[in-house]
Nanobody, 123 residues
Framework: QVQLVESGGGLVQAGGSLRLSCAAS????????MGWFRQAPRRDRELVAA????????TYVDSVKGRFTISRDSAKNTVYLQMNSLKPEDTAVYRC????????????????WGQGTQVTVSS
């Protein structure tokens, strides 16, 4: 059974940091692009960051560039999202997902999803 399990969410003050983890089991995701999505109430789901399996290149949405860093540890089959200088507008449920498709901004192409972890940033 393939599973993606997120952890590391919580409540933090504005300006603080959190590190999210996404542990994969059931198969190896080294060839997959791994993405972190977020969805806040009354807002569309959006891709925050992605890291490709081949070469490890990364992509970020403009609103998090310079503040968030995505990385992966292939030996642990785990993807991380380091979030610094957090803002109240970063508050959302964050979910990791895996795809072999190049259309990484389209959530519909992701084959596997985690259950999500809540991130709340207070002002």
């Amino acid at each position: 059974q393939v599973q993606l399990v997120e952890s590391g969410g919580g409540l933090v003050q504005a300006g603080g940091s959190l590190r999210l983890s996404c542990a994969a089991s059931g198969r190896t995701f080294s060839e997959y692009t791994m993405g972190w999505f977020r969805q806040a109430p009354r807002r569309d789901r959006e891709l925050v960051a992605a890291i490709r399996g081949s070469g490890g290149s990364t992509t970020y949405v403009d609103s998090v560039k310079g503040r968030f860093t995505i990385s992966r540890d292939s030996a642990k089959n785990t993807v991380y999202l380091q979030m610094n200088s957090l803002k109240p507008e970063d508050t959302a449920v964050y979910r990791c997902a895996a795809t072999r498709d190049e259309r990484i901004f389209s959530s519909g192409v992701y084959e596997y999803w985690g259950q999500g972890t809540q991130v709340t940033v207070s002002s």
